[in-house]
């Protein structure tokens, strides 16, 4: 991932977008279909990622072909993408659960 110039997620459905957190960590620039749960959960349109419709297969090209063709814009998708994939780190969210023991483990 950390060599592709763009990561596409043409999914109809997600659960949760784990692959797509995946893609931001390495620093891709992600594309990602807006999908009724998961990448719009993830992706803040066009500052860490781009979402477009779920079917809209020329929304998908044109928004690959955006990352492809203008490196500032490529730029700025792998580095907010990498900050934002730091929110559902292993530490992070390690630390937000000791946080709720200590607070459950003190009433």
Same mark, same amino acid.
């Given at each position: 991932?950390?060599?592709?110039?763009? &990561?596409?997620? =043409?999914?109809?459905?997600?659960? &949760?977008?784990?692959?797509?957190?995946?893609?931001?960590?390495?620093?891709?620039s992600?594309?990602?279909?807006?999908?009724?749960?998961?990448?719009? *959960?993830?992706? *803040?349109?066009?500052?860490?990622?781009?979402?477009?419709?779920?079917? !809209?297969?020329?929304?998908m =090209?044109?928004?690959?072909?955006?990352?492809?063709? !203008?490196?500032?814009?490529?730029?700025?998708?792998?580095?907010?993408?990498?900050?934002?994939?730091? &929110?559902?780190?292993?530490?992070?969210?390690?630390?937000?659960?000791?946080?709720? &023991? !200590?607070?459950?483990?003190?009433?």
């Amino acid at each position: 991932m950390a060599r592709g110039s763009v &990561f596409v997620l =043409a999914s109809l459905q997600e659960g &949760f977008g784990n692959v797509i957190i995946e893609a931001m960590a390495c620093g891709a620039s992600v594309v990602s279909t807006d999908c009724p749960v998961g990448p719009g *959960e993830i992706i *803040e349109n066009m500052k860490n990622g781009i979402l477009v419709p779920v079917g !809209d297969e020329k929304s998908m =090209a044109s928004a690959i072909f955006k990352v492809l063709n !203008d490196p500032v814009l490529a730029e700025q998708l792998s580095t907010a993408g990498r900050e934002r994939a730091k &929110f559902f780190s292993v530490a992070k969210n390690v630390g937000e659960y000791e946080k709720v &023991f !200590d607070e459950l483990s003190h009433d």
